[in-house]
């Protein structure tokens, strides 16, 4: 895994549909619009946030850790809506021993069911295995969320297992997870 690809200079991943990039301060309004909706975490363990100040620190917080080289945190921004964010994908949890990496994508509720997420799965998949190298990406996904297990499948992911009452997720207590995970592999196969 070669993770100065990802923590060396921010990363941009381009589709011709979307642009994967740094999510800066003149974009709060919209993150404040993704993280003020509750219904946008109904199945993440984020806690929706409804002040627009605790909002703009979290954005430094994306810096930070990006800096930490502990997670990457692009915006999802559509070519054709004139730079406008329209979600967020993160890939974190860097293990460099073995290899992996774990992805985790959320929309703002007016783009949802438009392939959105799924494309943008699609381009970070891309980049982690051929740019980083890294050799297996996983996702955890609350088994009621359907939608999101079909994003990953579209992919090329493949359910491995349900962990039951094994996480605790903010405002969400213990929860079961779902783990679906892609080896480079699989991925190279399906191409």
């Known amino acids: 895994m070669n993770v100065e690809i990802v923590f060396g200079d921010f ?18 309004e919209e993150v404040y619009k993704i993280y003020d909706n509750e219904n946008v975490f109904e199945y993440c363990g984020i806690i929706p946030k409804h002040n627009v100040q605790t909002v703009r620190k979290m954005i430094g917080h994306f810096d930070r850790d990006y800096h930490k080289k502990s997670r990457v945190k692009w915006g999802i921004f559509q070519k054709h809506q004139s730079d406008k964010l329209v979600g967020i994908i993160e890939a974190m949890d860097f293990n460099q021993k073995v290899n992996t990496v774990s992805i985790g994508y959320f929309l703002a509720e007016d783009n949802w069911g438009k392939g959105i997420a ?9 980049f982690l ?38 996480f605790i997720w903010s405002g969400k207590g213990i929860i079961d997870l779902e783990i679906y995970g892609i080896l480079k592999g699989d991925y190279t196969s399906i191409l």
Do not use: C, Y
């Not at 941009?12 to 301060?25: F, P, Q, R």
């Not at 799924?118 to 891309?126: H, L, N, P, W």
């Open 129 to 166: 295995f051929e740019e980083v190298n890294v050799n297996r990406i996983q996702a955890e996904v609350m088994p009621a969320n359907e939608v999101s297990k079909k994003v990953l499948l579209k992919n090329g992911f493949m359910k491995e297992g349900l962990l039951r009452q094994a």
């Open 118 to 126: 799924t494309e943008s799965v699609g381009m970070a998949v891309k």
């Open 11 to 28: 990363p941009v991943l381009e589709s011709a549909n979307l642009v994967l990039k740094k999510i800066d301060d003149v974009h709060l």
